[in-house]
Every structure is written in structure tokens, then in C-alpha cells.
């Protein structure tokens, strides 16, 4: 018994959406992320569920894989329902914890992608030094060094050491 089917029924419809690291934070990954994790899910009116999840690790980002995506099928939808899943975010610190979930609840889409970008909020300094009021308070060399906690970690840095004699 042979059948033909029309393969552009919407009953075989799949969609792929689209996971990418927002590469402007590839550098955080070497310093503080081991990696995101993304757990996906789509309900259907008839009760059954598709699940995955999507891993994004520090050597994924090192190889410059900063995209993946989720397929799962329409199976029959008729509406743009069908379009409707479900995700939710999980960032691993470099110290093994999980630093939060982007949130407790399971965010809603239809999005055909998302950006990930980290739990965190960039902050830029700029440091201005005049070396002749250096020379004025008689003072031969200057460090600075920053403190701060990024994904739940104290963290140190020595950015630079400034000296009267600099010429910039």
C-alpha cells in the first residue's frame, strides 16, 4: 500500500530557533563563565511536551561557536501558536556555581531568536593622571588597581602604574 503525502502539510512543519552569545562578552567567558545553558520546552494542545537544551561552553566560545539552535515540530497547529515555546536561562561561574537563573519562571517566545548576554552590567573607566601634579605633591609612582565582584566572585585587578616621568 503506497500513500503520498505532502510533505509541506503543516503536520511536518519544524521550526529551528535560534540561540547566540552576544559576542561583545566572549572575554567574560575566559575570565568568570564556564558556560549558559538553556532549557527549552514546547507545549501542545493536546498535552505532550518537547524538551531540549542548548550548552554553550567556555571552549565553544574560544572556537567562536557563539550560535546553536532548537528544532521542534508544528505538529498540525493550525494558528500562530505553534510559533509559542518556552526557555529558561542558567549562567555557570568559573568557580563551579551556578551564579542565577536569568529567572525563577520560564520566560515566553516566539522569537525566532534570543541574544544571551550575562547577568552583568559593564561599566567603563577611563583614568586621567596630570604627571606634573605629581611631580607638584612628590609623588614618584602611582598604582591603580580595581576591586570589584563579577558573577559572585571578589575580584582584583592592577589595570596600571602611573609615573611622573610618563610622557602621556
Known amino acids: 500500500l503506497l500513500k503520498v503525502v505532502n510533505l509541506a502539510d503543516p503536520a511536518f512543519q519544524k521550526r529551528d530557533i535560534y540561540f547566540r552569545i552576544d559576542a561583545g562578552y566572549a572575554k567574560a567567558f575566559e575570565k568568570y563563565l564556564n558556560f549558559v545553558s538553556i532549557n527549552l520546552r514546547k507545549n501542545y494542545p ?5 524538551t531540549g537544551e542548548i550548552i554553550f561552553t567556555r571552549e565553544d566560545i574560544r572556537d567562536g561557536r557563539f550560535s546553536q539552535f532548537w528544532r521542534y515540530a508544528r505538529l498540525g497547529i493550525k494558528d ?5 515555546y ?5 549562567w555557570g561561574s568559573r568557580n ?3 551564579v542565577r537563573r536569568q529567572a525563577a519562571e520560564w520566560q515566553k517566545s ?15 573607566i577611563e583614568i586621567d593622571a596630570d604627571r606634573f601634579l605629581f611631580e607638584d605633591a612628590g609623588i614618584r609612582t602611582a598604582s591603580v588597581e580595581l ?5 559572585g566572585e571578589m575580584v582584583t585587578e592592577r589595570l596600571s602604574t602611573l609615573r611622573s616621568t610618563d610622557l602621556e
Open 46 to 50: 493536546n498535552g505532550e511536551t518537547s
Open 80 to 84: 500562530s501558536k505553534w510559533l509559542n
Open 86 to 90: 518556552e526557555y529558561q536561562i542558567n
Open 96 to 98: 563551579q556555581e551556578n
Open 110 to 124: 516566539d522569537a525566532p531568536i534570543i541574544a544571551l548576554v550575562p547577568p552583568a552590567k559593564r561599566t567603563d
Open 147 to 151: 576591586r570589584y565582584s563579577a558573577f
